[in-house]
């Protein structure tokens, strides 16, 4: 079908607006604009409306176009879907009728001047008791300063996603009551987490009636994420069960201060199995201040390398008394796809070898870790393990006898340079660069060979 003929067909819906029950809508914001301009009938029947400005999936910002939809009552709405535009928050379409209400923005300050205040946010929230499921993906105003004004209900509310700035994903929180049951997806789109604490926000949505019970802290594309579970789970990602949706999620770009805020928060005090799947070192995660926030922890598995700031974590102790020993209900450990050494002598101790230290320390504390487990791990061998037989009660290894961690040197000798040609081979010394082998695309130059 042509793009005239395309046009015409939509246009020739939009004329039966009064007889639609469910709309989606994709193209450039400035034709779906003009057709809502069209749009002179009421929306008697409509249920269902997505719409999504193409643009925004390229990452147009040249042109920000706000989305006017007709003043007409829609008294059957229940499903609203806005991609891509900037919608004022006294849009007349903010019915008290919505169960479903999924806003994806753009961001950036230039669509702030159209959302409205956060008092006219707060304002649209409330004429929606009945939401039960809310998306706000960078639409929500420049949080306001000082205590909550109001709460705001959402007693049906299941799940909320949550995508701004940390002020305004802590105002957001701070002016809702919701029920006990809520997923929290929560994302910070950008920076570091304040000192407000975002956690010490969302801990009270978590009641003693129903804390987390299984944690994972988790590498992610964009930074790292924490997720939460009211269940017990043995693990977070085994690929034969199929998991749960978190009960929370909570996605940042750095990680470095989040340790710092989960000893002051209660979030995680509840959390008896703790996944963790995230690269301490490279996020210069501080053990000793998370473990501070989950002292009730039974059971860790871990299949990332981690430092041994993370073992001194295990066996922590103010002082000298044991008493004040971390983690003290701590019963097992399992450790998966981890390099426990690099059998290079000329290096400090190994994670293997203060790993042995820690867990004699837990033992004189009169906290032994009672199960200890090593799967698919590299540099360990049926020497190490035995250290470890009088120590631990109850020990599993897969008996695999792998070698990884290689050092720099023998990585070079194994894959050479340029993939595989050895600067020092003569054949390399021949090859001279042809001047048809450059190309010149956009200010950008590559070499090909």
Known sequence: MACDDRQKAVKAVMAEFARICTLQLTGSSVAICDLFKSVSAPAAMLESIRLSDRNSYYGDTGIVV??????????RLRNLEINGFPVSWDNPWFTPTLTTLLLHGRSGVETWSLTGSFEVFLSALERMPILQELALEHVIPPAPSGPPSRKVP?????SLRVVAGDAECRSVLNHLTLPSDVRFHITVAKGPLGRANLFLTLQTHFSSTSPLRTASFDDSPSGLSLKGWRAELQQTALLETPIPRPDLKVEVVTGHSIPALLRASTIFTGVTHLDIRLDGPVHSWRWKDAFAGMPNVRCIYVCKDQDTGF?????????????????????LLKLSDMCLATRNH???????????DSLIKRCNCGFPLQELHIEECFNIYQEDVDQLVDIVPELHWDSVEQEECTT?????DDYGYGYGLDPDDGEFDDYDVDEDDLMFDGGLCFGMY
């Open 346 to 356: 000329d290096e400090p101790p190994e994670f293997f070898e203060v790993m042995v």
């Open 154 to 158: 959402l007693m049906r509310l299941s």
């Open 311 to 331: 073992l001194d974590a295990l066996c922590h102790t103010t002082g000298d008394d044991p008493t004040t020993l971390a983690l003290p209900h701590l019963e």
């Open 66 to 75: 706000p989305l006017v939809l007709p003043a007409d009552e829609v008294p």
């Open 408 to 412: 720099e040197e023998e990585e070079e």
